[in-house]
C-alpha cells in the first residue's frame, strides 16, 4: 500500500500563508503527476486540482489557485510542495495530495487548512 506523508496545514489569519508537503515513495515519485485537490466545509472533494505538477516540473492551476499558490517538487526529498499566499476564509479546506495510477488513485489524508480572523 503507497503512503503519502503530507504536512503543513494549520489555522492563519486572513492575507497569511501556508505551505504544505507531500512527500512520495520514489517509485512512485518518479513516475506520476502529482496534485493537490480540496474539499471545502460540508462539500464533496472538488474534481478539479487545485494544482499539479508532472514529471517535467510542468505546472497546472485551477481557478481556486488564482495566481495565490505555487506548485513545485523537489526530486532530491521526493516531495511536491505546494505554497499558498494570500489566504482567505474561503480557501479554509482539506488539502489532499493525489498520485493517479494506472491501477489506483492514491490519496493522502488532508490535511486542514483554516483561514480565519
Known amino acids: 500500500q503507497v503512503t503519502l506523508v503530507e504536512s503543513g496545514g494549520g489555522l492563519v489569519q486572513p492575507g497569511e500563508s501556508l505551505t504544505l508537503s507531500c512527500e512520495a515513495p520514489?517509485?512512485?515519485?518518479?513516475?506520476?503527476?502529482i496534485g493537490w485537490y480540496r474539499q471545502l466545509p460540508g462539500k464533496q472533494r472538488e474534481r478539479e486540482p487545485v494544482?499539479?505538477?508532472?514529471?517535467?516540473?510542468?505546472?497546472a492551476y485551477g481557478d481556486s489557485a488564482n495566481g495565490r499558490f505555487t506548485i513545485s517538487r523537489d526530486p532530491a526529498k521526493n516531495t511536491v510542495w505546494m505554497h499558498m499566499n494570500s489566504l482567505q476564509p474561503e480557501d479554509t479546506a482539506a488539502y489532499y495530495c493525489?498520485?493517479?495510477?494506472?491501477?489506483?488513485?492514491?490519496w493522502g489524508r488532508g490535511p486542514q487548512v483554516t483561514v480565519s480572523a
Open positions: 493525489h498520485i493517479s495510477r494506472p491501477t489506483e488513485a492514491i
Open positions: 494544482a499539479r505538477v508532472n514529471l517535467l516540473g510542468q505546472v
Open positions: 520514489t517509485d512512485i515519485f518518479t513516475k506520476y503527476t
